[in-house]
T-cell receptor
Framework: KAGVTQTPRYLIKTRGQQVTLSCSPI?????VSWYQQTPGQGLQFLFE???????NKGNFPGRFSGRQFSNSRSEMNVSTLELGDSALYLCASSPRQFNTEAFFGQGTRLTVV | DQQVKQNSPSLSVQEGRISILNCDYT??????FLWYKKYPAEGPTFLIS???IKDKNEDGRFTVFLNKSAKHLSLHIVPSQPGDSAVYFCAASGGFLVDSNYQLIWGAGTKLIIKP
C-alpha cells in the first residue's frame, strides 16, 4: 500500500510569491492534515480536511489556505510568502476524522529567499 | 505559550542503556498523548500512545509513563539501539473528552543520539 506522497520535495521561492503544495493520502484515507515544522517549534497544526471540508484550523494567518478534492488529495497554498514561511511542511492522512494516529508524508521543504 | 514542552533539545545515550525522554504539558484538558519518531528526510511515524485513564503503556522496548498530577510524561527505551537515533516528538490531544478539540499539540522534539 503506497504511503502518503507529498510533492514537490523541495521548493525555493522569493518573498511575495505564492506556492502550492500537494499531498496524496494513503488510499482509502479521507482525512488530511497539514503541519508546519520549524527548528525549535515542533509541529504546528495548520488545518485538517475531511470529505472535502475543512474541519479544523490552527492559528495561522489567512495567507495559508487549503482544499481537498473528491479523491481525498489535498493542496495547501501560501500567498505573499514571507521569509518566516521557510519550513518543512508535512501532510498526514488518517482513515477517519479526528484520528490522532496519523501517517505522515516525507514533507516539502520550502525555502523563501 | 507552548502547551507541550520537551525541554531537552538533545540526549546522548550509550547503546544498551536506557533512554528516557521527557515531556511536560500545561493543559489539564489533554487526555491522550502520543510519541512520534522522526528520521531525517522522512515524516514522523507513530510510536506509542497513552490515554489519561492509564499511567503506563508498554510496547516491546518502549514504555510511556504518564503522571497526570505533575502533567508529565516520559518515554523509556530499553535497551537503546543505534536505530533508535532520531528526533522524538511528544504530542497531546484533548479530543476524546472535549468535543471537536482533537487537534494535536506538539512539542519541539528531542534529538536522541545512541552512541555505539
Amino acid at each position: 500500500k503506497a504511503g502518503v506522497t507529498q510533492t514537490p520535495r523541495y521548493l525555493i521561492k522569493t518573498r511575495g510569491q505564492q506556492v502550492t503544495l500537494s499531498c496524496s493520502p494513503i488510499s482509502g484515507h479521507r482525512s488530511v492534515s497539514w503541519y508546519q515544522q520549524t527548528p525549535g517549534q515542533g509541529l504546528q497544526f495548520l488545518f485538517e480536511y475531511f470529505s472535502e471540508t475543512q474541519r479544523n484550523k490552527g492559528n495561522f494567518p489567512g495567507r495559508f489556505s487549503g482544499r481537498q478534492f473528491s479523491n481525498s488529495r489535498s493542496e495547501m497554498n501560501v500567498s505573499t510568502l514571507e521569509l518566516g514561511d521557510s519550513a518543512l511542511y508535512l501532510c498526514a492522512s488518517s482513515p477517519r476524522q479526528f484520528n490522532t494516529e496519523a501517517f505522515f508524508g516525507q514533507g516539502t521543504r520550502l525555502t523563501v529567499v | 505559550d507552548q502547551q507541550v514542552k520537551q525541554n531537552s533539545p538533545s540526549l546522548s545515550v550509550q547503546e544498551g542503556r536506557i533512554s528516557i525522554l521527557n515531556c511536560d504539558y500545561t493543559n489539564s484538558m489533554f487526555d491522550y498523548f502520543l510519541w512520534y519518531k522522526k528520521y531525517p528526510a522522512e515524516g514522523p511515524t507513530f510510536l506509542i500512545s497513552i490515554s489519561s485513564i492509564k499511567d503506563k503503556n508498554e510496547d516491546g522496548r518502549f514504555t510511556v509513563f504518564l503522571n497526570k498530577s505533575a502533567k508529565h510524561l516520559s518515554l523509556h527505551i530499553v535497551p537503546s539501539q543505534p536505530g533508535d537515533s532520531a528526533v522524538y516528538f511528544c504530542a497531546a490531544s484533548g479530543g476524546f473528552l472535549v468535543d471537536s478539540n482533537y487537534q494535536l499539540i506538539w512539542g519541539a522534539g528531542t534529538k536522541l543520539i545512541i552512541k555505539p
